[in-house]
């Protein structure tokens, strides 16, 4: 058989059901076999075909896979921010990328023989688990071991690039059965490192769990009900964020630099942080990463040795082992009674809402805080939903949506590359046919993929776009007003950014639109088109100098560097009266930031 049809049953047998791409004359072989055997959905860019295939894995409910198939040369570099971002946020991607025929690579003694040929393998290898280029078939089971990397241990992407001659080589046929594509097993801490970590929490006054992306969704679905009666605060990341409900009885928020501020503060205060399946970036710890949890202890678990060894932010214990593993045992165990901690923890909850008065929303527009507590009334327990990936529209969200129980959430913030959530929401909608996919993002990051209207029309896409509109990048806009006083540069369109006409744009796909003011964000006509099978666009109209508040303040030094505030000290500062409230677990600092 053709290797590209063995190629194919292969990734069929490891549970591939979809492939995204662009057509090109490198991967013709690929693009028929696996037309074939697989749902290959063509984009416009191939960038969208890497997020959607990264986005298609996460939003999986039932474990179906998608991959990204691109051609030599421009295919391959169009999709190395998709590569990157799932690099960064350790996601499962698999890109198989078409190269020239062997005879015509230049091996590094020319920069070009073959026609649109370029190094894949040279330009992918820093950012993926792994990247080989095949000048020869090869035998099953190392190919399935090379993409079952991409799932093993510490995801990342895998890619594989596949001359055109080797594609259409003649081999003989082999079946990739479930010995050969069993997956291996984890890294497992020791039961007497489990019951030191168990004991240590029995006897913390002030312990808090900290899920992050490592955790996957099936771990914290089963120990939902465990979660309520061991009674310890529990916080997310950002990549876990629907690992939990809102309404958990132990849940505490989601931590960030741009996270919530009771969040914030409860975690601060914390006598002992054991933080599973996280990296602990310092977008999770604060730039000011020596004041994360300062009068505790922090305990992480995490399957990549190094982030347990780079240094920030200062850890008690470092274990490397899968954290889903840790916390299914760690949860069958008896932990103490942190009652008197958890209420204490819900009070700091109840005194500090998501959305604070402080910021500025002139008349006639709305509030973005208050569009999306809105917006998280009416979503359902089992829609997607995608709060993009950078600027204001992704901050809101992550700080003000409530999320609810069998929701799914994706965002890719490691790279907080704007364009990623049109893609993302095309291969979240793949892979839930049947579900809803709601997405928020803001005017200048849609710009950036906006190609893709017509990939999500043309498939028939249950999926309701928010587009917040307030005329450009407003995180640029806000960071030229704070430390540049004021003087904008390309950042709307009175200083050049090219931006559509977005209700104009919609209508040349046929995709129904309507535009959001504070006078009919309740109107009949928007809720029939949000609850409506199909696609619809809403431009929410937001004020160009809305504020963002709260959120963690930095400064330029005298010698020109950032510095900036730790997570429980975000701007505005409190009133004295709920610093006594809310903040009883740590001294009364001096010398903040203003």
């Not at 015509?104 to 073959?114: K, M, Y």
């Not at 006598?271 to 300062?294: I, K």
């Not at 639109?513 to 006078?519: C, F, K, R, Y």
């Not at 560097?561 to 009883?584: C, F, G, K, Q, Y």
Request: with cysteine; proline share 5%; glycine share 10%.
């Amino acid at each position: 058989m053709k290797y590209s049809d063995q190629i194919g049953d292969w990734l069929l047998a490891l549970g591939y059901t979809h492939c995204f791409y662009v057509g090109g004359g490198n991967i013709m072989h690929l693009i028929e076999s696996l037309s074939l055997r697989l749902d290959c959905h063509p984009v416009i860019n191939e960038v969208a075909a890497g997020i959607a295939a990264e986005y298609f894995n996460e939003a999986s409910r039932g474990g179906a896979k998608a991959l990204a198939l691109v051609t030599a040369g421009p295919g391959l570099t169009n999709i190395m921010t998709a590569i990157a971002g799932a690099f960064l946020e350790s996601r499962e991607l698999l890109v198989i990328g078409g190269q020239v025929k062997t005879a015509d690579l230049a091996h590094g003694t020319l920069r070009q023989r073959g026609i649109q040929e370029i190094d894949g393998v040279s330009i992918t290898r820093p950012i993926t688990i792994e990247s080989v280029l095949l000048e020869e078939p090869l035998e099953m089971q190392t190919f399935v071991d090379l993409v079952q990397a991409s799932r093993h241990g510490r995801k990342g992407p895998v890619f594989i690039e596949i001359p055109l001659d080797v594609q259409a080589r003649q081999v003989e046929p082999v079946t990739a059965d479930e010995a050969a594509i069993a997956p291996r097993p984890l890294p497992r801490i020791t039961d007497q490192v489990l019951a030191e970590v168990a004991d240590r929490i029995r006897h913390a006054t002030r312990p808090v769990l900290l899920l992050g992306g490592g955790i996957d969704r099936a771990t914290a679905a089963d120990l939902r009900i465990r979660f309520s009666e061991l009674g310890i605060p529990l916080a997310t990341t950002w990549n876990a964020a629907d690992r939990i409900d809102a309404d958990h009885p132990a849940y505490v928020g989601r931590p960030n630099t741009w996270g919530q501020r009771s969040a914030n503060i409860v975690l601060q205060q914390a006598d002992l942080l054991v933080a599973l399946g996280s990296r602990l970036g310092m977008q999770q710890t604060g730039f000011n990463w020596q004041q994360f949890v300062p009068n505790g202890e922090v305990i992480q678990v995490d399957l990549d040795r190094a982030e347990l060894e780079k240094g920030h932010p200062r850890i008690a214990k470092g274990l490397c082992a899968d954290a889903n593993d840790m916390l299914t045992r760690l949860a069958r165990m008896e932990l103490g009674d942190h009652a008197e901690w958890l209420a204490y923890a819900r009070h700091v909850r109840d005194a500090l809402p998501a959305v604070e008065a402080i910021n500025n929303t002139a008349d006639s527009y709305i509030s973005p805080y208050c569009f999306v507590e809105h917006i998280s009334t009416l979503c359902h327990p089992s829609d997607t939903i995608i709060p993009c990936s950078s600027g204001g529209a992704f901050t809101v969200m992550m700080q003000a949506f409530r999320q609810k129980a069998g929701q799914i959430m994706i965002t890719n913030k490691g790279l907080a590359s704007m364009g990623y959530g049109l893609s993302g929401a095309i291969g979240a909608a793949f892979a839930n046919p049947d579900g809803r996919v709601v997405l928020v993002e803001g005017d200048g990051g849609f710009a950036q993929n906006l190609q893709e209207i017509g990939t999500a029309r043309i498939n028939g896409l249950n999926l309701k776009i928010f587009l917040f509109d307030d005329g450009g990048y407003a995180s640029i806009r806000a960071t030229q007003r704070s430390y540049f006083k004021g003087r904008y540069v390309g950042c709307d369109r009175g200083t050049g950014l090219g931006l559509p006409d977005w209700e104009k744009l919609f209508a040349a796909w046929s995709v129904p639109v309507m535009t959001l003011e504070a006078s009919n964000m309740g109107c009949a006509e928007f809720s029939a088109s949000f609850n409506q099978p199909g696609m619809a666009a809403f431009v929410v109209k937001l004020d160009p100098d809305q504020t963002y508040f709260p959120k963690i303040t930095s400064r330029i030094t005298d010698s020109g560097t950032m510095e900036s505030n730790p997570l429980h000290l975000m701007t505005p500062e409190l009133d004295a009266d709920i610093v006594d409230s809310v903040l009883r677990y740590l001294p009364k600092q001096g010398g903040e930031i203003p």
